[in-house]
Nanobody, 124 residues
Framework: QVQLVESGGGLVQPGGSLRLSCAVS????????IGWFRQAPGQERQFVAAISRGGSSTSYADSVKGRFTISRDNAKNTVYLQIDSLKPEDTAVYYC?????????????????WGQGTQVTVSS
């Protein structure tokens, strides 16, 4: 059974940084496309970033371009989301998701498995 486990969230001041991790088990990691999404209270889950199976392709939401960086370490079965210059509006639960059939996925509805999420709170 495939499992995704997010970690690295927390409380950080505006302008700070965090690195979120998404550990994947139960599947050959190099065959899995990964996306990060976030959901703030009362809002829909929104796309943040995605990375292709081999890591050669990435995509970001306009609101995070230049501040967020997605990467993957296939040897550790882990995808990372480096978040810099955090803003209060980045406060949300961050989820990673996996797709097993496509090389690169941007649509929330196409992902097959989701993690439980990790809370990121940006506040002074």
């Amino acid at each position: 059974q495939v499992q995704l486990v997010e970690s690295g969230g927390g409380l950080v001041q505006p302008g700070g940084s965090l690195r979120l991790s998404c550990a994947v088990s139960g599947r050959t990691f190099s065959t899995v496309a990964i996306g990060w999404f976030r959901q703030a209270p009362g809002q829909e889950r929104q796309f943040v970033a995605a990375i292709s199976r081999g890591g050669s392709s990435t995509s970001y939401a306009d609101s995070v371009k230049g501040r967020f960086t997605i990467s993957r370490d296939n040897a550790k079965n882990t995808v990372y989301l480096q978040i810099d210059s955090l803003k209060p509006e980045d406060t949300a639960v961050y989820y990673c998701a996996a797709d097993f059939t496509r090389r690169f996925v941007l649509s929330r509805d196409q992902y097959d498995v989701w993690g439980q999420g990790t809370q990121v709170t940006v506040s002074s």
